[in-house]
C-alpha cells in the first residue's frame, strides 16, 4: 500500500511537472488528476482485498434482470 | 481528433487484427465444447451477425457525416442524454482494453513465463499502447498493415504442415446437431469479437472512401479465419482433446515437428499472437481515449492516455483466474455487449428519425 | 540522448527475468519413466542427458552418456518438486524423446498420467509412449548400443518401426491415448521389453559384442481403451490393426502357395469400408505385392502368379476373420465399428466381410527361382 502511494505520488508529481512545462489548460490537468485517483481508488481495492468488482457487478445485474 | 484520412486498407488490416486478436485464444475451446465438431459453423454465422450488424452501424454513420460515435451521440440525444451514452461506451472501452490486457498476461503466464508476475506483462503492455494510443490512430493502422500479412502467412504455413495429422473421424462424432439450441448456446461467440467493433464508429468519419468494403470486408475475413482456424483445430486434435485445453491452437504449434532439433517452435506463435493482440489493445484504447477527449473537449490525448494505465493495468486483476473470465464471457458477455452493439445504436437511430437530424433530413 | 535513456529504463520492466532458464542450470530430460506401485504411490524416472558426453568428437563409451535419477512421491504434481532433493538442475522436458509407463500403472487407468501431463505447460504429449512389462527400473537403468541414450534409442526405434510400415508417424503418442479415449476402438502402444536378466547399469557393459543379449526389443502391444490398458496382444495383431485401420501402407506377410512359403511384401495397401446392409460391413483392401521369397520350386508363370494372388486374398480373408473374431471375443472394437454411424452402439452385431484385391507387381531380381 504504502509502494503504491509511493508510485502515485511521484507519478502525478512528474505529470503535474511535465503538463506545466507544456502549459496545457487546468481542464486537461483535471482530467489527468481525475483518472490517475480512478485508478488509485481500484489499485487500492485490490491491495486492500475488497476489489471494486465491476465484472461481479454487471454479472450480478444481469442475474437478477433474467 | 486528428483529421487525416485513414485509407480503405489501413482501416481493412485494423478491422481485421481487431476481429482476430484475442478471439482466437480465447473462443475455440468454448465453441468446440458447446457445438462439438460445428464449433467452426458457429463463427460462421457469427460472422454473418457481424457484417449485418456492421452495416447498421455504417448506416448510423452515414447518415450523420463526418461525426464519431461520441459525437451522434450528443447530437443526437442532447448533451445530458448524450453524454451518458458517452459515458457508457467509454465505460466498455476501458473494460474491453482491460480484458485484453487480461488475455495477454493469462496467455503468456500459461504458454511461456510461468514465473513472471501479471502485473509486468500488464505494465509491458500498455505503456507501448498508451504510447500508440497518443501517436493516433495512423500509427496504429501502419502496424497493422505491416503485422497483418506476416502473422497470417507465419500461422497459416506451419498450421498446413500439421494437416498430416487430420483425422475425419472427428467430425463424425455422435452428436444431434440442432441450429438454434446451439445458436442460443454459442451467443456469446456473436458478441466476442463481432460486437466489440462496435468501437471503429470512433473512426469511420476517417475513413473516406470504401468504407464498406474496408469495414465489413475486414470483419468477413477474420471470422472466416477464425472458422477456418476452428475447421483445423477439430481436424487435427479432435473434438474431445480440444475442448478440454485452454489453448488448443497453441498447442497445434507445440506439437508440430520439423526435425528433431527444432524445438520449441510455439514460442513464434506466441509472439505472432501478442502482435495482433498488441494492435488490437493499442486500436481499443485509443478509443477509448478519443471518447474522453471528444466527450470533455480535451485537446491533449497524453494526458488521459497515461493515466488510463492506472485504470485498466487495476481493472485487468479483477478475475481471480481464466475460469471465472471464461464463465464471464460465457454466460453473461452477450447480454451485457447487446445495448451497446444494437441497443444503443438502434436508439440513436430512432431518434435521428424522429429529431429529423439525418441526412436526409436536412436537406428537407 | 534522453530517449536513449527512456529506452533503457523501458528495457529494466523487461519480463524475462523472472522466466530466465540458465542453460548450464538446466537438467535435459530425455525419457520418463512412470510407475505407480500397490499402495499408490508414484515413482518416476527421469534420464537427464550428460552434455559432455553424448559430443561427436568423443570415441567410445567413455562416460555415462545419461544419469537416471529415481524420484518418488504419494501424488503425481509434486514429482517436480521432489527432484530438487537429488537433482541441482531444473527439468526441462522440451527435449523429451519418449514416455515409458510401467504394464501395472497403464492397467490401472492412465488418466492421472494424462492429465498432469496435458495440464503442464511445460510438458508435451506428442512423445511416443511406451509400456514396459519388465520393472521400469530395469529397463531405465539400462545402457544401449549404437544411439548410448535409450530414450533416443526408442524413439528412433519407433521412428523406424513407423517407416517400415510406410508411415512417418504411428499413432502411439500420448497424444494420441487421449484423443482416443471418447472413441470406441482401443489405442494400441508398443510393449517394450529387456532381453537381459538384470539392468546394464555400467558403461562399461557397452563393450560386449553380443548387442542383443542385453538391449531393449518391441513385443507386441499393449490394448488401451479409455485411457486403461485391458489386454495384450502380439506383433501380428498389432500389425494387422495399423493395416485394417488405414495407418500402415506397408507390410510383409507369408503366404503358403500350394503348400509352399513365399514370404511377400504388400505395399500401396489402401482400406476402404463399405456399408452393405444395415447389419453389414464390406472391408475392401488393395494392394500390391513384391515376392522377396520363393520357396516354391518352379518357374514363376502368369499361372502362377495368378495362383500367388488368389492365395493371398485367401489368406488376407482369413485373417480378417479371425481378427473380428479375436475383436469379438476380447470385446475390444480393433476395427472401430462403433465409431461410425452404422455401428454407433452396437458394433458387435456388425457382420464385417473381406473382399481383398492383390496385384503382383514385383518379382525381385529373378524372374523365377532357380530349380
Not at chain 2, 61 to 67: D, F, I, V
Not at chain 2, 179 to 205: H, N, R
Request: glycine fraction near 6%; charge should be positive.
Amino acid at each position: 500500500m504504502i509502494g503504491l502511494l509511493g508510485i502515485f505520488t511521484l507519478f502525478l508529481a512528474m505529470g503535474l511537472v511535465i503538463m506545466r512545462r507544456q502549459r496545457l489548460l487546468s481542464k486537461e490537468i483535471w482530467a489527468f488528476v481525475t483518472i490517475t485517483c480512478i485508478g488509485l481508488v481500484l489499485w487500492g481495492s485490490i491491495i486492500l482485498q475488497k476489489p471494486l468488482d465491476l465484472n461481479k457487478a454487471i454479472a450480478g445485474i444481469i442475474e437478477s434482470m433474467f | 481528433m486528428e483529421n487525416k484520412p485513414l485509407s480503405a486498407l489501413q482501416m481493412f488490416c485494423i478491422v481485421t487484427c481487431f476481429t482476430v486478436g484475442t478471439t482466437f485464444i480465447m473462443l475455440p475451446t468454448a465453441t468446440i465444447s458447446d457445438a462439438k465438431q460445428f464449433g467452426w459453423l458457429v463463427h460462421v454465422w457469427s460472422l454473418v451477425f457481424g457484417v449485418a450488424i456492421g452495416s447498421l452501424w455504417i448506416y448510423i454513420s452515414k447518415q450523420h457525416p463526418g461525426l464519431s460515435l461520441v459525437q451522434i451521440a450528443s447530437k443526437v440525444l442532447g448533451k445530458y442524454m448524450g453524454g451518458f451514452v458517452s459515458l457508457c461506451y467509454i465505460v466498455l472501452f476501458v473494460q474491453i482494453a482491460a480484458w485484453v490486457t487480461r488475455n495477454i498476461s493469462d496467455y503468456m503466464h500459461v504458454t511461456m513465463m510461468p514465473r513472471t508476475p501479471p502485473t509486468i506483462f500488464h505494465l509491458m503492455a500498455l505503456g507501448v499502447c498508451a504510447y500508440a494510443a497518443v501517436k493516433g490512430i495512423r500509427a496504429i493502422s501502419l502496424v497493422s498493415i505491416f503485422v497483418m500479412p506476416y502473422t497470417f502467412i507465419a500461422f497459416w504455413i506451419p498450421y498446413t504442415v500439421m494437416l498430416t495429422e487430420w483425422d475425419w473421424r472427428n467430425f463424425h462424432i455422435p452428436d444431434d446437431f440442432r441450429l438454434w439450441p446451439t445458436i442460443a448456446e454459442t451467443k456469446y461467440a456473436l458478441g466476442f469479437p463481432f460486437m466489440e467493433t462496435i468501437s471503429f464508429m470512433m473512426i469511420f468519419p476517417l475513413v473516406r472512401r470504401k468504407l464498406n468494403t474496408a469495414f465489413l470486408g475486414g470483419t468477413a475475413f477474420a471470422g472466416l479465419q477464425l472458422a477456418l482456424s476452428v475447421f483445423f483445430v477439430i481436424g487435427i486434435l479432435g473434438v474431445y482433446r480440444s475442448s478440454h485445453l485452454l489453448y488448443p491452437e497453441y498447442t497445434i504449434f507445440r506439437e508440430m515437428e520439423f526435425s528433431n532439433f527444432m524445438e520449441h517452435f510455439e514460442s513464434i506463435l506466441s509472439v505472432n499472437a501478442l502482435l495482433l493482440i498488441f494492435v488490437k489493445l493499442s486500436a481499443v484504447y485509443y478509443f477509448a481515449v478519443t471518447a474522453i477527449c471528444q466527450l470533455f473537449s480535451i485537446r491533449n490525448r497524453a494526458a488521459v492516455a497515461y493515466p488510463l494505465v492506472w485504470v485498466i493495468s487495476a481493472y485487468a486483476l479483477l478475475f481471480p483466474n481464466i475460469a471465472e473470465n471464461a464463465k464471464w464471457v460465457r454466460d453473461y458477455l452477450f447480454i451485457y455487449y447487446t445495448p451497446f452493439g444494437i441497443g444503443f445504436p438502434l436508439l440513436l437511430l430512432i431518434m435521428t428519425w424522429i429529431r429529423g437530424l439525418g441526412k436526409e433530413g436536412r436537406t428537407a | 540522448m534522453r530517449r536513449l535513456i527512456f529506452a533503457l529504463c523501458i528495457l529494466g520492466i523487461c519480463p524475462g527475468c523472472w522466466d530466465l532458464k540458465e542453460i548450464n542450470q538446466l537438467a535435459l530430460v530425455d525419457t520418463i519413466a512412470m510407475d505407480q506401485d500397490e499402495n499408490g504411490k508414484f515413482h518416476v524416472y527421469f534420464q537427464v542427458l550428460n552434455p559432455p558426453s553424448i559430443e561427436a568428437r568423443r570415441s567410445g563409451p567413455s562416460k555415462a552418456a545419461i544419469y537416471t535419477y529415481e524420484v518418488s512421491s504419494p501424488t503425481i504434481g509434486r514429482i517436480s518438486e521432489q527432484t530438487g532433493m537429488v537433482m541441482a538442475r531444473k527439468l526441462y522436458t522440451s527435449h523429451m524423446q519418449c514416455y515409458v509407463i510401467s504394464e501395472r500403472s497403464a492397467r490401472k487407468g492412465l488418466q492421472n498420467y494424462v492429465n498432469f501431463l496435458e495440464n503442464d505447460p511445460e510438458r508435451r504429449t506428442n512423445v511416443y509412449t511406451v509400456v514396459t512389462e519388465k520393472p521400469v527400473s530395469t529397463v531405465m537403468n539400462s545402457f544401449t548400443v549404437l544411439d548410448r541414450v535409450p530414450g533416443r534409442n526408442i524413439r528412433l526405434l519407433l521412428d523406424w518401426h513407423a517407416r517400415n510400415f510406410g508411415i512417418n508417424k504411428l499413432p502411439i503418442r500420448m497424444k494420441d491415448i487421449v484423443s482416443g479415449i471418447p472413441f470406441s476402438r482401443p489405442s494400441i502402444i508398443p510393449l517394450i521389453q529387456y532381453t537381459g536378466d538384470r539392468a546394464s547399469s555400467k558403461a562399461d557393459q557397452l563393450d560386449d559384442i553380443n548387442a542383443t543379449k542385453e538391449t531393449l526389443k518391441l513385443s507386441g502391444g499393449a490394448v488401451i481403451y479409455k485411457a486403461k490398458m485391458v489386454g495384450k496382444v502380439n506383433n501380428e495383431i498389432k500389425n494387422f490393426y495399423y493395416v485394417l485401420n488405414g495407418f500402415a501402407t506397408r507390410i510383409t506377410e507369408t503366404v503358403k502357395v500350394n503348400g509352399e512359403t513365399v514370404d511377400v511384401e504388400v505395399t500401396g495397401i489402401k482400406v476402404k469400408r463399405k456399408r452393405e446392409t444395415d447389419n453389414g460391413l464390406i472391408i475392401q483392401l488393395e494392394a500390391r505385392l513384391g515376392i522377396l521369397n520363393n520357396e516354391q520350386n518352379r518357374r514363376v508363370s502368369v499361372q502362377n502368379i495368378r495362383e500367388l494372388e488368389q492365395a493371398f486374398d485367401l489368406f488376407y480373408k482369413e485373417k480378417g476373420e479371425r481378427f473380428v473374431r479375436l475383436t469379438q471375443e476380447k470385446n475390444w472394437d480393433l476395427l472401430g465399428i462403433g465409431d461410425t454411424k452404422q455401428g454407433r452402439g452396437n458394433w458387435k452385431a456388425i457382420q464385417v466381410k473381406f473382399d481383398i484385391h492383390s496385384k503382383v507387381r514385383f518379382l525381385g531380381n529373378t524372374i523365377t527361382p532357380y530349380e
